[in-house]
C-alpha cells in the first residue's frame, strides 16, 4: 500500500513539473512557427548580445559583461541571465575557490547558436558596418571558424573551469 501512495505521489509530481514546464513554455512562444519561435527566444535585443560575449569575448560574470563595450543595463542584463539559466541556454556556477561570483557558462546546445552569431557577423560587415577583425572580414570556410570559435571558447573553459566543464560537456 505504501509503495502504491510512493509511486503515486512520484506520478503526480513527474505530470505537476511536466505542466509547469509546459504552461513557461506558452508563455514564450506565440505559434507554431520555427521562426517566430526562436525569434521569441533569442530576437530580443540582449539575448544574441550576451550569447556572443560569452562565446566570442569570452566573458564569464556579470562584472564581465556589465563592463563590456555592449553597454548593457545592471536590470536588463540581471534579467536577461536568468531567463537564459531557465531556459537552459546557460548554466550557472560558482567556482570551488570563489563562491561569491557566480559564473555563467553556456550548454552544449547552446554552443549551436554559433553559425547564427557568424551568419550575422558576415552579414552586418557586408551590409551595416565593416569590421577590421580578420577572422570575420576575410572568413573562406564558415564551418572552419564556427568550429574554431567553439572550440576556443570549449578551451577556454576547460582550462579556466576544469571543476565546471564536467557539466558543461
Known amino acids: 500500500m505504501i509503495a502504491k501512495i510512493i509511486k503515486f505521489t512520484i506520478f503526480l509530481i513527474v505530470i505537476i513539473q511536466f505542466l ?3 504552461s513557461f513554455l506558452d508563455t514564450f512562444f506565440r ?6 519561435s526562436a525569434l ?28 563590456s563595450d555592449a553597454s548593457i543595463a545592471p536590470s536588463i542584463l ?7 539559466e531557465k531556459i537552459e541556454f546557460i548554466i550557472k556556477e560558482k567556482l570551488p575557490d570563489n563562491q561569491k561570483t557566480n559564473h555563467y557558462f553556456l550548454t ?8 547564427v552569431i557568424i551568419e550575422l557577423a558576415l552579414w552586418s560587415h557586408h551590409n551595416i558596418k565593416p569590421v577590421d577583425k580578420q577572422d570575420i572580414a576575410n572568413v573562406k570556410d564558415k564551418n572552419e571558424l564556427r568550429l574554431a570559435i567553439i572550440e576556443r571558447y570549449k578551451s577556454k573553459t ?12
Do not use: H
Not at 505559434?31 to 517566430?36: E, H, K, L, Q, S
Not at 565546471?164 to 560537456?169: H, Y
Open 20 to 22: 509547469i514546464i509546459i
Open 31 to 36: 505559434c507554431d512557427c520555427p521562426v517566430t
Open 40 to 67: 521569441d527566444i533569442i530576437g530580443d535585443k540582449w539575448t544574441l548580445v550576451v550569447i556572443k560575449l560569452m562565446l566570442l569575448e569570452q566573458k564569464k560574470t556579470f562584472k564581465e559583461f556589465s563592463e
Open 78 to 84: 540581471s534579467n536577461r541571465l536568468k531567463t537564459l
Open 108 to 115: 552544449e546546445k547552446r554552443l549551436s547558436l554559433a553559425p
Open 158 to 169: 576547460a582550462t579556466l573551469y576544469k571543476s565546471i566543464t564536467v557539466l558543461l560537456f
